[in-house]
């Protein structure tokens, strides 16, 4: 219980713990039978992120937003629990996401004053990285329920209090919206503290639940309005929906629907309706009128009306350019920067990490583009558990790269280890952790090897959960349709990398093809797909009619073997009629009333 037990409420022997605490911050050591595996993690990370262990000096955020669901939805159940605790010494306190306190409720004066010392303070942020071992702070790195007591703290005058935190998640897409935290002097934390916190964050995403649906339909209500009252493009969003008709998915572009989301987004902080001019990136010029949708529960999102005002000619070059930012990488967009910074803060820490995501996504590739921009020529080896014969075999190859000295380890699939294997490697990366942790407080410096590992499943398997636990840090890689806008850089590299950098470019027409496809095989379908098209053309240009059928339909489902046959068929015949809709159907055998059902059963869209 004691090694292992994240939101144990006390652990024992408070001298011990505190010599523990000590000698781990003057010596850099930690005893695995006295500190529990969760504080002695947290232990490391805070003392990499060079946080203060003699005092807490934190910077204030002033006017933080009181107005989200988050702080709405919790504001009733955070009411009900400060009249249940009232006369108790118990402060209930809720944080965003980023660890900021939003909302402290504390009955007791004596401890509200210590709080107040220790700036556990509404506009305060509790982030591990500010203040180091606590409660909220922890359950924010861990993901899961933690409690913090007394010795525990990394910083000192937090060892009077004992806290327990829980995440709060958004019931409909899981986000990390904020922790629920409950504080009490460490001398009175009991096993009801545990309790009472997870049932007040299940009450919370309770209400969030309600408050979601509330909101959602509402604003699902103003959509259906203005879609009524326009034949133009109209969508609606908020930070976990986007809808959008048929008229804006045709005329749009992939690249100008971004443009439109990301300009909607911003002119939905305010409460007015508002309209803007602006240019889109495929040239045309639109007027935007932005209406926010608000309940009693507040904001709900906004409804988006768009219509074109005229088109700026701009120039087309021959090829669209790339940058590469890391060697083998490309893409400006800010979602896919943004998993790029992530995995390279990780690295400059010396943290190991899993990436996750679906197959394709270039997790592989994100991996050795960080590693060799900071070390060109280092050790760089991938084992991967889908490709070895047997997984001894791939344990046997964990077991002798982790005797080496430097360079990165990538474990690639480990989700498809047996149960067993993925006990095996969790104990042997364990094992790997502890030697190194007892050579860097001897003071034997050594080059420490980063590992790596990539996934697919989600981790709910108990092996695989209890293995992924071993990375301090994981995220995840986004599919290529979450950051589409980046075809124009990627096609261009894929295909001078198939060919030579100025053999083949991609017309106008096909780019748009692409842009609009779903991509469920990511780049790694996107890099297939171009490789077939240069067997058939090598230079010049690539045209629409180049691309293989499955991009030039817009599948609304998985189709079958036979309905993919089906619809190929269809589209040649369409080709080679040049888009007749009759002569296609006399060349297939088929009525008109036939091929135009099927073209609108498979979504067949051929540029004119």
């Not at 955020?61 to 702080?71: M, S, Y």
């Not at 525990?152 to 829980?166: D, K, Q």
């Not at 009490?184 to 209400?207: M, N, Q, V």
């Not at 261009?492 to 106008?508: D, R």
Request: hydrophobic residues 40%; contains cysteine.
């Amino acid at each position: 219980m004691h090694s292992n037990d994240s939101d144990a409420p006390h652990p024992p022997r408070g001298r011990v713990l505190a010599a523990a605490r000590e000698r781990f911050l003057t010596a850099g050591s930690v005893d695995s039978n006295e500190v529990r595996g969760t504080i002695a993690a947290s232990w490391w990370r805070s003392k990499s992120w060079k946080v203060d262990a003699d005092h807490v000096h934190l910077a204030y955020a002033r006017d933080p937003n009181l107005e989200t669901p988050l702080v709405l939805g919790a504001a009733p159940v955070l009411k009900r629990l400060q009249e249940q605790v009232s006369d108790e010494p118990v402060s209930v306190i809720l944080t965003d996401a980023a660890g900021l306190v939003l909302d402290r409720r504390t009955g007791d004066r004596r401890l509200e004053r210590h709080l107040d010392r220790v700036q556990l303070a509404p506009g305060f942020s509790y982030a591990e990285q500010f203040v180091g071992t606590n409660g909220i702070g922890t359950a924010l790195e861990g993901r899961q329920a933690t409690g913090v007591f007394g010795h525990e703290h990394y910083a000192e005058g937090l060892e009077e209090f004992g806290c327990f935190g829980v995440p709060v998640r958004h019931p409909v897409s899981g986000r990390l919206l904020g922790v629920l935290d409950l504080t009490c002097w460490s001398r009175d934390a009991s096993p009801l503290l545990s309790a009472l916190a997870k049932t007040t964050a299940e009450h919370i995403e309770r209400e969030l639940t309600t408050m979601t649906g509330l909101r959602e339909f509402a604003l699902f209500e103003e959509y259906l309005r203005a879609c009524r009252r326009s034949r133009g493009i109209v969508f609606a969003l908020n930070n976990d929906v986007v809808m959008m008709n048929d008229h804006a998915r045709q005329a749009l572009t992939a690249a100008d629907q971004a443009a439109l989301l990301a300009t909607a987004v911003e002119a939905m902080m305010g409460k007015k309706r508002v309209m803007i001019d602006t240019d889109l990136p495929s040239g045309a010029n639109v007027r935007m009128s932005c209406a926010p949708v608000h309940t009693p529960s507040g904001p709900a999102g906004g409804v988006v009306r768009v219509r074109f005002t005229g088109t700026t000619a701009r120039p087309q070059p021959d090829t669209p350019a790339f940058r590469p930012m890391l060697p083998g990488l490309v893409g400006s967009s800010a979602v896919w920067q943004r998993a790029l910074e992530q995995v390279r803060t990780h690295y400059r820490a010396g943290e190991w990490i899993t990436l996750h995501g679906e197959a394709g996504t270039g997790k592989l590739a994100l991996l050795r583009a960080v590693y060799r921009h900071h070390e060109p020529a280092g050790r760089f080896h991938v084992l991967d558990a889908a490709e070895a014969t047997d997984s001894t075999t791939f344990l046997t190859g964990v077991r002798e790269e982790l005797r080496q000295s430097g360079g990165a380890l990538v474990l690639q699939h480990i989700d498809r280890l047996p149960p067993d294997r993925a006990r095996a490697l969790t104990d042997l990366l364990r094992r790997y952790q502890r030697i190194h942790q007892r050579r860097h407080a001897a003071g034997q410096a050594e080059e420490r090897l980063w590992v790596t590992a990539t996934h697919c499943s989600p981790g709910h398997d108990q092996d695989l959960a209890d293995l992924l636990r071993v990375f301090p840090a994981a995220m995840e890689v986004p599919p290529l349709r979450h950051h589409i806008e980046d075809m124009a850089e990627l096609v261009p590299f894929l295909l001078a990398k198939l060919t030579s950098p100025t053999s083949l470019t991609c017309s106008p027409a096909a780019m748009r093809l692409l842009m609009r496809a779903t991509w469920p095989g990511n780049v790694a379908q996107l890099r297939k797909i171009l490789s077939a098209v240069v067997q058939h053309r090598r230079s010049g240009v690539m045209e629409a009619s180049d691309l293989p059928p499955e991009c030039q339909t817009v599948s609304r489902r998985v189709l079958s073997p036979l309905e993919s046959l089906e619809r190929d068929a269809i589209v040649r015949s369409l080709i080679d009629a040049k888009g007749n809709r009759s002569r296609a159907a006399r060349a297939l055998g088929v009525s008109r009333a036939t091929i135009y059902r099927k073209i609108h059963d498979y979504g067949i869209d051929l540029p004119q």
